[in-house]
């Protein structure tokens, strides 16, 4: 399809592209293209998400104390404190303050998502690409490899790779590099294998042949050609491994493997110290440390599944068939450039009711 | 369009040999177990040793350099790395996985007096899972977009957003502290555990020991400790099977002959648990499969929680003494059990669906 000179819509040109510019920010987009109950699952993650990444950027700004403070002005703070006004979630069995522990685990988590998804996401991407494209016995070997890792239990492969990377020792920036590192290692195959599926499908399409046929060079069309309409996924997994990572994340700091009180707080390690005081009926030191990882967890997954589900026509409601239509038209490239279509998408993606 | 030769040779070929299609999906999929397993321990081996020698690892410091060298040299850990890999594969081709180091047990003893608990606790986490999963998932599909499904949604998403051990830690708290209704950790209480050990031929699997004993008071016990970490680990893999039902049930909900079937005056209870589910079921036992490596890892930090004395909370054991012979042994055969679990759950995925095998 081509784009026609358009005739001018019949709404006020200014209003209409206000619309179209924010329905390109991609979350917007998704907010504005889903409705009741769905809706209210999106806006909820979301605001879960924005919560905790403002907690964690702010940590030190917000939270009372820091994250290995045992003492102020009035004295340690004491072991096992009773939630109070000078402690409001109590103190842990180490002496520290619960609230300020949870705060700054904010920081940590946020931190170890990012290494871990960034670094997973370009060398997944890479290497689906690659594979997918050239194919012959390397996309042989790397899909057995990925397959074996994928299937392997992530939290075990974690540990045997936070055994490697920190040496045992555990300060802050080993500690978090480590356990970042460690997930990076599990959520590769992830990435290679949905970028690799798209790639095959895509390389057999006209355009990447038209391209060729132009002249274009190979790394020019995985990367302009392929890549572009390969990553449309991306999204969903990127939500689905940044909930995960926090709970490996958490899972090794549990194990023992995390980073010390001293360096960071980590929620895994503070629920770790907190086993023996379960049974003993000490309830605070457990409680907010592990209601912090469901609420990220809860966020960033309602987030990924209404994205996913958005994306999804089956199982998108009857109203916004449509929609599709313009979700798809928007991210394929046509012989023409993206399909522009007169007065913009928005006349297809807001169907009558 | 290029497409190889090879590629639209082969369905060909199969198409020919009647039949056989099964049989060599079979032989495939079973030959494709030994790359895995080998690719698993290869990188568990590689990371393990990159760290340096197990030996310095678990006893460094608080020994003199010399004699610690003189333990390396012992352990040949000395020697080449390549020399000590193919060593580490042919003992593992002889089914020997090594031998710990800080208490001097063959690891294959381990998983064997350690396994069996394992084995218990992800079977009785499984069950949990199903009857969590299952109905409630074909229910959020029958009731899809209304409240209702978002509340059921919202709880399968909460059943893996939270972490194994903090649903262990609250189940704790509540049940066992607060309520003192359930024991809060171990398979058994002493006296019972003492009533199994006497039997004959104990299996190691204390329910089945437990029958064995004929006495209700240590059917109940061993039940009762079971409930717990059952809870605990089998809601996580509950949610996930809850929104792979609900998916797949909306998607044949929407198929012409469930329309169909309603048009004939099918009750709607019965086209949601027959016409629509047994369809749905195909992708859940792929899943299953999948789900065998989520239920380890998550049997780990379980056991871990309620001192389960299975093979998770052993390598916790093994971990804080920094055994590292210990940890690459079990983790290398938990690799294998891996490999061999998925490939039955793909075997009878096919045997299922023939589109697996095409």
Redesign the interface.
Same mark, same amino acid.
Not at chain 1, 254 to 257: P, S
Not at chain 1, 278 to 281: A, K, L, P, R, Y
Not at chain 2, 160 to 163: I, K, R, S
């Given at each position: 399809m081509t784009t026609t000179p358009a005739p001018a819509p019949t709404t006020a040109p200014t209003t209409v592209s206000r619309r179209r510019l924010i329905d390109r920010i991609p979350v917007v987009h998704q907010v504005r293209q889903s409705y009741?109950?769905?809706r209210?699952?999106l806006v909820t993650g979301l605001i879960l998400t924005l919560v905790f990444v403002i907690l964690a950027i702010f940590a030190p700004l917000i939270a009372p104390y820091g994250y290995a403070q045992l003492r102020d002005d009035s004295g340690a703070f004491g072991a096992q404190e009773e939630p109070s006004a000078q402690h409001l979630w109590g103190t842990t069995v180490g002496g520290y303050d619960v609230l300020s522990r949870v705060i700054w685990g904010a920081q940590t988590g946020l931190f170890v998502i990012v290494v871990a998804v960034v670094l997973s996401i370009f060398l997944g991407v890479l290497l689906g690409l690659i594979s997918g494209y050239l194919g012959g016995w390397l996309d042989r070997v790397l899909v057995?490899?990925a397959?074996?890792?994928y299937?392997?239990?992530?939290?075990?492969l974690a540990?045997?790779?936070a055994?490697?990377l920190s040496?045992?020792q555990s300060g802050l920036v080993p500690g978090v590099f480590a356990a970042a590192i460690s997930l990076t290692v599990v959520y590769i195959p992830q990435y290679f294998r949905v970028i690799r599926a798209e790639t095959t499908r895509i390389k057999?399409e006209a355009f990447v042949?038209s391209a060729r046929v132009i002249g274009a060079s190979t790394p020019r069309i995985m990367f302009k050609h392929v890549l572009r309409n390969a990553t449309r996924t991306l999204p969903l997994i990127f939500t689905l491994n940044s909930?995960e990572a926090i709970?490996t994340l958490?899972?090794l700091g549990?194990?023992?493997?995390g980073i010390e009180p001293s360096s960071a707080a980590e929620w895994?390690y503070d629920?770790?110290k907190?086993?023996s005081d379960?049974?003993?009926?000490i309830?605070w030191t457990?409680?907010f440390p592990?209601l912090a990882?469901?609420f990220v967890?809860?966020g960033i997954?309602?987030v990924g599944?209404s994205l996913n589900d958005l994306a999804d026509p089956?199982?998108r409601?009857r109203r916004s068939v449509a929609a599709s239509a313009g979700l798809t038209a928007q991210t394929s490239v046509t012989a023409g450039g993206v399909i522009d279509p007169p007065g913009g998408l928005t006349g297809l993606e807001e169907p009558e009711r | 369009?290029t497409v190889p030769d090879a590629v639209v040779a082969t369905p060909r070929v199969r198409g020919r040999s009647a039949g056989g299609g099964f049989g060599r999906y079979l032989l495939v999929r079973f030959l494709?177990i030994f790359?895995?397993v080998f690719?698993?321990v290869t990188?568990?081996f590689v990371?393990?040793r990159?760290?340096?020698d197990p030996i310095t690892?678990a006893v460094g410091g608080r020994l003199p350099p010399d004699e610690l060298a003189a333990r390396i040299h012992e352990a040949g850990y000395d020697r080449p790395i390549l020399v000590q890999y193919f060593e580490y594969l042919g003992q593992i081709l002889r089914g020997d996985f090594g031998t710990t180091i800080s208490d001097n047990r063959p690891i294959t003893e381990v998983i064997v007096t350690f396994g069996a608990a394992t084995l218990e606790l992800t079977f009785y986490a499984l069950i949990v899972a199903f009857i969590v999963g299952i109905p409630l998932g074909m229910l959020a599909a029958y009731i899809r977009?209304?409240?209702g499904?978002?509340v059921l949604?919202?709880f399968a998403?909460?059943c893996?957003? &939270?972490?194994v051990?903090?649903a262990g830690?609250?189940l704790?708290?509540v049940f066992?502290? +607060?309520l003192d209704l359930l024991p809060?950790?171990g398979r058994a209480s002493v006296s019972s555990e003492l009533e199994m050990k006497l039997l004959p031929s104990p299996t190691g699997i204390f329910l089945i020991d437990a029958f064995q004993t004929g006495n209700s008071e240590v059917i109940a016990d061993v039940l009762q400790h079971a409930v717990l970490p059952a809870v605990a680990l089998g809601l996580l893999t509950g949610g996930i099977f809850l929104?792979l039902v609900r998916?797949n049930v909306?998607?044949t909900l929407?198929t012409e002959y469930v329309d169909a079937a309603r048009s004939r005056g099918v009750r709607e209870l019965r086209l949601v648990g027959r016409h629509a589910y047994k369809p749905a079921l195909i992708p859940i036992i792929t899943v299953i499969?999948?789900q065998i490596?989520?239920l380890?890892?998550?049997a780990?930090?379980t056991e &871990?929680?309620f001192e389960w004395k299975g093979l998770g909370f052993q390598l916790?054991q093994y971990? +804080?003494a920094?055994d590292?012979v210990a940890?690459q042994g079990i983790?290398a055969l938990?690799?294998v059990i891996?490999?061999v679990t998925?490939f039955i759950v793909d075997v009878i995925a096919a045997f299922i669906d023939p589109r697996v095998r095409y």
């Open positions: 009741g109950v769905q209210f699952m057995v490899i397959d074996a890792i299937a392997f239990p992530s939290l075990l540990i045997v790779m055994i490697v040496g045992g057999n042949e909930s709970l958490a899972g549990f194990l023992g493997f895994g629920l770790n907190a086993i379960v049974t003993s009926g309830w457990a409680l592990g990882i469901v967890v809860l997954t309602l599944e089956r199982l409601g | 369009m494709l790359p895995t690719i698993l990188l568990v990371l393990m990159s760290t340096g690892a977009d209304r409240w499904d978002a949604r919202v998403i909460l893996y957003a &939270t972490p051990f903090f830690l609250l704790k708290l066992a502290v +607060q809060a950790f929104r998916t909306i998607g929407g499969g999948l490596a989520v380890l890892g998550g780990v930090l &871990t929680t916790a971990l +804080q920094r590292f940890v983790v938990l690799a891996v490999a998925n």
